[in-house]
């Protein structure tokens, strides 16, 4: 974590984490500055990294950066002395002289050089026009950036990007400045003041059209698109920006960044929320589902960019609330039916993903294999534990819970059971159940029933297969809505009525992941 980390929290780090990355419990890096080089006449980055330190405990010899051995380490100083290192296992590991006193702030500068097997991609776009820029995720900052590559530890950056003049260069933060220094080279200067964990780390090298159009709340809104593409950057994000950014302030809090730039980069679908700069990949989906990928992203700049996991077990903190908030965005843009369409449309998704993955939970036990960090139950499952949860403890103390969990953990880390806490708090009941059943078991429940009039009341029985799970619901009769609690493997509920009913309707507001029969 780069600001306000508590001395307890890191002496208790390896009893809580529960992924094999090796924190440092006696480091805090809370400030990059990368200064780097490109050029059109070579894939090679020459390149040179200050890393700011605060020592936690005494006696601290080491600090260990996770950098690719693939690059080449020119030197390393502290204050101008040589700093003695070992680069091995793309883990670069610098000695500290003398040893670390809890308190002190360090400085170290790690000077490099090499052709990134990943991390900084260059190559050209869709028209054939060269550009540079990042993908760090989950964990691929380290290819061509001397950096700590797990979200537990944030700090604020800086990127110095020397390149050819007649490209722009946009990164993390505000602008600094820009410079022409008069050999066909421009330097340009951005700063990242929030601290963000290093994959959000960004920087995007090309020749845009830059297009600002307007602020929100004294938050710039810019769009940095490919010059063929100018008046389809408009269509595709000006309006979809500005509702997101407008929801997401009200619901949540302010935005917690500089400014929302919107950037299209070539080499993936879909986009990537780094941290006030957003990249989208240069194939832009159809028009009906371009707001919905504007929101989703722009939602990670509240969770998973400010409010970050603090371990890749919980990474549904980050896509599982992305994915529900852009749900959210639509309910409060286009009305509850495209709600209810996107709501459908996850359930869908989820299913098929819960038949391919058997036996996966949502969250991560021990997350070893980086390749096994997402798939689509943590998004959609994530999603629909935040809805099913909204409909349990009611709108009013969801949306407190979820402003008192982002006001708590802005700019640092969380985990499942922070929020759950906060939520059993604002939704007054004990909600261990909820979570274990929805977040760490796999699969869904499966309910079958069917219900008859006997003359005086409409009796509805519903069964269960497979394990049992705790399901409050609602039971519709002709529009009057009943509650009740499914519980165990079959189960009966009679309704008075004076006459059989035209329609009797399972879950009628969609509140509950189940796959259902219901006669």
Not at 240 to 257: C, H, L, M
Not at 378 to 387: C, D, E, I, P
Not at 430 to 435: A, H, K, M, S
């Amino acid at each position: 974590m780069g600001q306000g980390c508590p001395v307890w929290w890191l002496l208790l780090a390896g009893a809580v984490f529960a992924d094999t990355y090796p924190r440092q419990p006696g480091m805090d890096v809370e400030h990059y500055v990368f200064r780097v080089e490109l050029s059109d006449s070579s894939s090679e980055v020459r390149g040179d990294a200050r890393v700011d330190v605060r020592v936690v405990l005494d006696g601290v010899a080491e600090l260990a950066l996770d950098f690719a051995n693939g690059m080449t380490v020119d030197g390393v100083s502290e204050h101008g002395a040589g700093v003695a290192y070992v680069h091995t296992a793309d883990r670069l590991r610098l000695a500290l002289k003398p040893l670390g006193k809890a308190g002190e702030r360090r400085s170290v500068t790690v000077r490099y050089h090499g052709t990134p097997a990943g991390g900084l991609r260059i190559g050209p776009n869709a028209y054939g026009k060269r550009m540079f820029w990042t993908l760090h995720w989950p964990n691929l900052a380290r290819q061509w950036l001397p950096v700590i590559d797990h979200p537990y530890d944030k700090a604020t950056s800086e990127f110095v990007v020397t390149a050819p003049a007649k490209y722009q260069v946009v990164a993390n933060g505000g602008l600094v400045e820009t410079e022409d220094l008069g050999d066909g080279r421009r330097r340009t200067h951005w700063k990242e003041s929030v601290p963000i964990p290093s994959w959000l780390n960004a920087i995007a090298a090309g020749e845009f059209s830059v297009r600002h159009f307007g602020s929100y709340r004294g938050v710039e809104l810019s769009n940095w698109v490919y010059l063929q593409d100018r008046e389809k950057g408009t269509a595709m994000f000006d309006t979809a920006t500005r509702d997101a950014i407008a929801f997401f302030s009200e619901f949540v809090a302010p935005y917690p960044y500089e400014k929302l730039a919107s950037v299209q980069v070539p080499g993936f679908q879909g986009g990537m929320e780094h941290a006030s700069v957003i990249f989208y990949g240069e194939k832009w989906p159809a028009p009906e589902r371009a707001a919905g990928l504007v929101a989703h992203e722009i939602a990670h700049q509240w969770f998973g960019n400010s409010v970050t996991e603090r371990d890749w077990d919980d990474v549904w903190l980050s896509e599982g609330f992305a994915t529900y908030f852009s749900m959210l965005c639509a309910e409060h843009v286009s009305g509850r039916d495209a709600f209810v369409l996107r709501l459908q449309q996850s359930r869908t998704v989820l299913l098929s993903a819960t038949d391919k993955l058997p036996g996966v939970d949502v969250v991560h036990d021990g997350l070893a294999d980086m390749k096994l960090v997402i798939n689509d139950l943590v998004y959609q499952k994530g999603a629909w534990t935040l809805h099913m949860l909204r409909g349990l403890i009611g709108m009013d103390a969801f949306r407190a819970g979820v402003r008192e969990y982002y006001a708590r953990y802005r700019n640092g880390n969380a985990t499942t059971a922070d929020f759950q806490r906060i939520m059993e708090t604002n939704g007054d009941r004990p909600l261990g159940w909820f979570f274990n059943q929805w977040l760490r078991r796999p699969g869904v429940p499966e309910v079958k029933g069917s219900w008859n009039f006997d003359g005086k009341a409409v009796k509805v029985v519903l069964r269960q297969a497979g394990e049992l799970y705790r399901l409050p619901m609602e039971i519709a009769i002709d529009g009057r809505v009943e509650k009740i609690e499914l519980n165990e493997r079959e189960q009966t509920f009679s309704f008075p009525a004076e006459k059989a009913p035209a329609a009797v309707t399972l879950d009628p507001n969609l509140w509950v992941l189940m796959k259902s029969e219901f006669h």
